[in-house]
């Protein structure tokens, strides 16, 4: 009886490991085509909002610039106004202490910035606009992009800005 038991159990073995595989696999097809469709439906309203662009105002320039839809950025959107005064800093970016600390949740670790992206280092809790490319950095979080010409942040000097929403349709630069 033992053995024709052990038998039945090694003739079917085979059956059952395949019924159970195929079975994970439509379960992790499943779950990944609900994984995906929930994503989608997280992001496409995202999407479909419109950029929020803001104003640069040095002297008689104006730089604009588009904001990313991140939660940082969207912080950033209820600090303004504000007028700042730049310091230049390493000679690739100007910096400001913000007044309150901005979001960096679902933020990456770092990235690596390029002219004329605006970005949040977080660890010490300041906005920067590069006018020179730089290398990865830990802690920074890119906020968004000036639209033209940084050359108005150029120069070891510091510089006293206003940074404003734009208004619809104010593209000026």
Request: hydrophobic share 45%.
């Amino acid at each position: 009886m033992g053995i024709r038991c052990l038998s039945i159990f090694v003739v079917r073995m085979p059956m059952v490991l395949l019924l159970l595989m195929a079975s994970i696999e439509v379960a992790s097809a499943a779950t990944s085509a609900s994984a995906s469709q929930y994503n989608e439906s997280m992001t496409m309203p995202l999407a479909k909002k419109s950029a929020v662009k803001i104003r640069i105002i040095i002297a008689d320039t104006t730089i604009t610039a588009t904001l990313e839809n991140t939660q940082a950025a969207r912080d950033f959107v209820t600090l303004l106004p504000l007028d700042l005064t730049l310091a230049d800093y390493n000679g690739t970016e100007k910096i400001a202490d913000l007044p309150a600390k901005l979001s960096h949740k679902d933020a990456p670790e770092g990235y690596p910035p390029k002219v004329g992206d605006i970005a949040y280092f977080a660890p010490w809790g300041n906005l920067a606009f590069f006018y020179h490319d730089f290398g990865y950095s830990r802690g920074l979080i890119r906020l968004g992009q000036i639209d033209g010409s940084v050359d108005a942040l150029m120069g070891d000097s510091d510089i006293k800005v206003r940074i404003e929403q734009a208004q619809n349709g104010d593209d000026s630069e």
